[in-house]
């Protein structure tokens, strides 16, 4: 629970944000529901962990809030996140919520919390552990790729060091197993007090917990806690696992398996190629963020790590987002192609590869998202029984958009294909059916009304974003089909993209050159910044220049870029939303592209600015307050965030030398 040291009470919380907002901004009856209900910590004040299998999220008091287990879409075993009942593991100093400093050890994803109490200092750090690849008697029952040389232990582990004076040190693990459903039943593992096991009879693949410590474990009733006097020097350690492996029994093994994360980190970051620029710790933060969000026995990329965080407070528009989505494939192999990351770049491919074919080979239609084991569907249901972030609801697990036809998936998928191949210098012969299948799909359907990037759930409509994705389809696979030796394809396809690119000037524009949200529309869409990233034109012609520009003018709310006016867009939802940092990053880009490096420049310093102390980001910012909203931390965004920073490190560095590169040779 948040500690009234915060100083922060619901009621304070609903007025700070409900003064920020206009006045249709919180759905009917949100404020009731939220006054209601404890307050929750803001979005931006989580840390996040992951083993590159299992992920959680760290409230700022030391409070895990958000784990799920055996996989980071199972059912959550610790979610107080979404409801202040859900499940918590708290370590930390008693009496005191609020640390003095957080930070993530450099190079890693080991967070370190200091703690500041009336009688002295503690240092408390987190990790999800990694150590040797342990799999070598019976293979991996769940691992698809290549194994590498370390992997996830399945085990969360927190020390404890108090480093001055005396600190009052407290421990509660409370969890609450199948989204609060199901009650945890502690008992003791063996004559002492130092081990405990938590387990649910109620559901039958209910994972069993295993709490280690060289403390004293008491256990009252759903709980296990543990209280102790530290002082200068002591150092005491938990572990909470899941799996048959063998957690650390004392300390000294705790301190050993924390070396060994740090160590697995800095390796891997080591890996990457990042420029000596003041940006480099945003970039190699950003990479350590897609890293966590990978889940490593099958390449997916996990669109963020939650699942209901609200883009609109105390509104409706909450989703889950614990799946991977085929839009963010070429964003995603860009990003780690451009830092060095080819092994995480080729393991995402092959999921690719792996969930466009069935068992036999034969390719299946593209859907629009998978779940991270390739599974195809994702039944979206609501947990009632949960008050949600806030008091938003409804609570979302699953997500119906993978039954959307949405038609810039083929462009994606073509895109990524041109990226990897680029990246390999060759076409696989196995890959040349797939890559004919997407783009006889947008050949098919390319003329027909869909949901759009943004996957509305109003009435289809002719995008115009989903149309220029189309013509990447056909451009990409004819690009393809010259390197596989296809001639013929190569120039059915030029041919028809061609005649996609004149349908979408005559009726994707207006009057005044800038390009529209539908056809026949007057609204803008952020979308549409993909015009030049994408190459559908070239960045000095007049008509991408316009679109930018109107839509970092007229698309924007205190600067930062919005995907749409709701007022003006029929999504299916009710109430506003706040600035898309995806689409605010795209803009940078764009900027630069049109030859715009100062303003892009200042629009990527504002929006740094906006990270989390962790500098980690949601999916949407409120431009008035600064608080994040939606899912978190944000795939799409701190992709985007790699791409805009590169566009104008590359165009700033080449500025310099005096040789400045034409914004058409800028990769996207």
Same mark, same amino acid.
């Given at each position: 629970?948040?500690?009234?040291s915060?100083? &922060?009470?619901?009621?304070?919380?609903?007025?700070?944000?409900?003064?920020?907002?206009?006045?249709?901004?919180l759905?009917?009856?949100?404020?009731?529901?939220?006054?209601?209900?404890?307050?929750?910590?803001?979005?931006?004040?989580?840390?996040?962990?992951?083993?590159?299998?299992?992920?959680c999220?760290?409230?700022?008091?030391?409070?895990?809030?958000?784990?799920?287990?055996?996989?980071?879409?199972?059912?959550?075993?610790?979610?107080?996140?979404?409801d202040?009942?859900a499940? =918590?593991?708290?370590?930390?100093?008693?009496?005191?919520?609020?640390?003095?400093?957080?930070?993530?050890?450099?190079?890693?994803?080991?967070?370190e919390t200091?703690?500041?109490?009336?009688?002295?200092? %503690?240092?408390?750090?987190?990790?999800?552990?990694?150590?040797?690849?342990?799999?070598?008697?019976?293979?991996?029952?769940?691992?698809?790729?290549?194994?590498?040389?370390?992997?996830?232990?399945?085990?969360?582990?927190?020390?404890?060091?108090?480093?001055?004076?005396?600190?009052?040190?407290?421990?509660?693990?409370?969890?609450?197993?199948?989204?609060?459903?199901?009650?945890? =039943?502690?008992?003791?593992?063996?004559?002492?007090?130092?081990?405990?096991? !938590?387990?649910?009879? !109620?559901?039958?693949?209910?994972?069993?917990?295993?709490?280690?410590?060289?403390?004293?474990?008491?256990?009252?009733?759903?709980?296990?806690?543990?209280?102790?006097?530290?002082?200068?020097?002591?150092?005491?350690?938990?572990?909470?696992?899941?799996?048959?492996?063998?957690?650390?029994?004392?300390?000294?093994?705790?301190?050993?398996?924390?070396?060994?994360?740090?160590?697995?980190?800095?390796?891997?970051?080591?890996?990457?190629?990042?420029?000596?620029?003041?940006?480099?710790?945003?970039?190699?933060?950003?990479? %350590?963020?897609?890293?966590? %969000?990978?889940?490593?026995?099958?390449?997916? $990329?996990?669109?963020?790590?939650?699942?209901?965080?609200?883009?609109?407070?105390?509104?409706?528009?909450?989703?889950?987002?614990?799946?991977?989505?085929?839009?963010?494939?070429?964003?995603?192999?860009?990003?780690?192609?451009?830092l060095?990351?080819?092994?995480?770049?080729?393991?995402?491919?092959?999921?690719l590869?792996?969930?466009?074919?069935?068992?036999?080979?034969?390719?299946?239609?593209?859907?629009?998202?998978y779940? #991270?084991?390739?599974?195809?569907? #994702?039944?979206?249901?609501?947990?009632?029984?949960? =008050?949600?972030?806030?008091?938003?609801?409804?609570?979302?697990?699953?997500?119906?958009?993978?039954?959307?036809?949405?038609?810039?998936?083929?462009?994606?998928?073509?895109?990524?294909?041109?990226? =990897?191949?680029k990246a390999?210098?060759? @076409?696989?012969?196995?890959?040349?059916?797939?890559?004919?299948?997407?783009?006889?799909?947008? &050949?098919?359907?390319?003329?027909?009304?869909?949901?759009?990037?943004?996957?509305?759930?109003?009435?289809?409509?002719?995008?115009?974003?989903?149309?220029?994705?189309?013509?990447?389809?056909?451009?990409?696979?004819?690009? $393809?089909?010259?390197?596989?030796?296809?001639?013929?394809?190569?120039?059915?396809?030029?041919?028809?993209?061609?005649?996609?690119?004149?349908?979408?000037?005559?009726?994707?524009?207006?009057?005044?050159?800038?390009?529209?949200?539908?056809?026949?529309?007057?609204?803008?869409?952020?979308?549409?910044?993909? @015009?030049?990233?994408?190459?559908?034109?070239?960045?000095?012609?007049?008509?991408?220049?316009?679109?930018?520009?109107?839509?970092?003018?007229?698309?924007?709310?205190?600067?930062?870029v919005?995907?749409?006016?709701?007022?003006?867009?029929?999504?299916? %939802?009710?109430?506003?939303?706040?600035?898309?940092?995806?689409?605010?990053?795209? $803009?940078v880009?764009?900027? @630069?592209?049109?030859?715009?490096?100062?303003?892009?420049?200042?629009?990527?310093?504002?929006? $740094?600015?906006?990270?989390?102390?962790?500098?980690?980001?949601?999916?949407?910012?409120?431009?008035?307050?600064?608080?994040?909203?939606?899912?978190?931390?944000?795939?799409?965004?701190?992709?985007?965030?790699?791409?805009?920073?590169?566009? @104008?490190?590359?165009?700033?560095?080449?500025?310099?030398?005096?040789?400045?590169?034409?914004?058409?040779?800028?990769?996207?």
């Amino acid at each position: 629970m948040l500690d009234i040291s915060t100083a &922060i009470t619901t009621e304070q919380r609903v007025l700070a944000v409900t003064d920020a907002m206009p006045a249709d901004g919180l759905a009917s009856g949100a404020v009731e529901r939220i006054r209601s209900r404890p307050a929750h910590l803001p979005i931006e004040d989580y840390a996040f962990l992951s083993d590159c299998e299992n992920t959680c999220l760290i409230a700022r008091n030391g409070s895990v809030e958000w784990m799920c287990l055996p996989r980071p879409d199972s059912p959550s075993v610790f979610g107080a996140m979404l409801d202040r009942g859900a499940g =918590h593991f708290r370590v930390g100093p008693y009496g005191v919520g609020v640390p003095s400093a957080r930070r993530y050890l450099p190079g890693g994803m080991i967070v370190e919390t200091s703690w500041q109490t009336v009688t002295g200092w %503690l240092i408390v750090r987190d990790a999800l552990v990694l150590g040797r690849w342990h799999d070598n008697d019976v293979r991996s029952r769940t691992y698809r790729r290549t194994p590498r040389d370390w992997s996830a232990e399945h085990v969360l582990l927190r020390t404890a060091k108090c480093v001055s004076g005396v600190v009052e040190f407290e421990m509660e693990c409370e969890p609450a197993f199948d989204y609060h459903r199901a009650a945890a =039943h502690w008992e003791y593992t063996g004559g002492g007090y130092g081990q405990a096991r !938590a387990t649910c009879a !109620a559901v039958s693949d209910c994972p069993t917990l295993t709490l280690t410590t060289d403390m004293r474990l008491g256990l009252e009733g759903r709980s296990a806690q543990a209280r102790t006097r530290m002082k200068e020097g002591d150092e005491v350690f938990v572990a909470l696992s899941w799996s048959p492996l063998p957690p650390p029994r004392t300390f000294a093994e705790a301190a050993e398996k924390m070396w060994a994360t740090t160590e697995y980190w800095r390796q891997w970051i080591t890996l990457g190629k990042f420029p000596d620029h003041e940006w480099r710790g945003y970039l190699q933060r950003s990479a %350590l963020t897609l890293k966590g %969000l990978t889940y490593a026995p099958t390449g997916a $990329l996990l669109a963020a790590a939650t699942t209901s965080l609200p883009e609109t407070p105390g509104g409706e528009r909450n989703w889950d987002y614990r799946y991977s989505w085929v839009r963010d494939s070429t964003f995603a192999l860009w990003g780690l192609y451009t830092l060095g990351l080819d092994r995480e770049a080729d393991d995402f491919f092959a999921f690719l590869r792996e969930v466009a074919t069935d068992g036999d080979g034969d390719i299946l239609p593209v859907q629009v998202l998978y779940g #991270i084991g390739g599974e195809r569907e #994702i039944t979206e249901y609501e947990l009632g029984h949960l =008050h949600g972030y806030d008091g938003a609801r409804p609570v979302r697990v699953g997500n119906d958009a993978y039954q959307q036809q949405q038609h810039d998936i083929w462009g994606t998928i073509l895109d990524s294909v041109h990226l =990897h191949v680029k990246a390999h210098r060759h @076409v696989p012969e196995a890959l040349w059916p797939l890559l004919e299948r997407q783009v006889r799909a947008a &050949i098919e359907h390319w003329r027909e009304p869909d949901r759009g990037l943004w996957e509305v759930r109003g009435e289809p409509r002719h995008f115009t974003s989903s149309k220029v994705m189309c013509w990447v389809a056909l451009d990409r696979g004819a690009k $393809l089909a010259e390197m596989h030796g296809e001639f013929e394809c190569a120039e059915q396809w030029h041919a028809i993209a061609e005649e996609i690119r004149a349908d979408i000037l005559e009726h994707g524009v207006n009057s005044d050159g800038v390009f529209t949200q539908t056809y026949g529309s007057a609204a803008l869409d952020a979308s549409l910044l993909l @015009v030049p990233l994408v190459r559908f034109l070239p960045p000095d012609d007049f008509r991408v220049r316009r679109t930018v520009l109107a839509i970092a003018d007229d698309l924007t709310d205190q600067g930062l870029v919005l995907r749409y006016r709701t007022e003006s867009t029929d999504d299916g %939802l009710t109430g506003t939303e706040g600035t898309f940092t995806i689409c605010s990053f795209w $803009l940078v880009s764009a900027l @630069v592209e049109i030859g715009e490096v100062r303003r892009a420049r200042w629009l990527c310093e504002r929006l $740094l600015g906006h990270a989390s102390a962790l500098q980690l980001y949601a999916e949407e910012i409120d431009p008035r307050t600064g608080r994040h909203l939606g899912n978190f931390p944000q795939a799409f965004t701190h992709l985007a965030l790699i791409n805009a920073l590169t566009h @104008v490190i590359r165009a700033e560095q080449d500025a310099v030398a005096g040789h400045p590169r034409p914004p058409s040779l800028l990769p996207i």
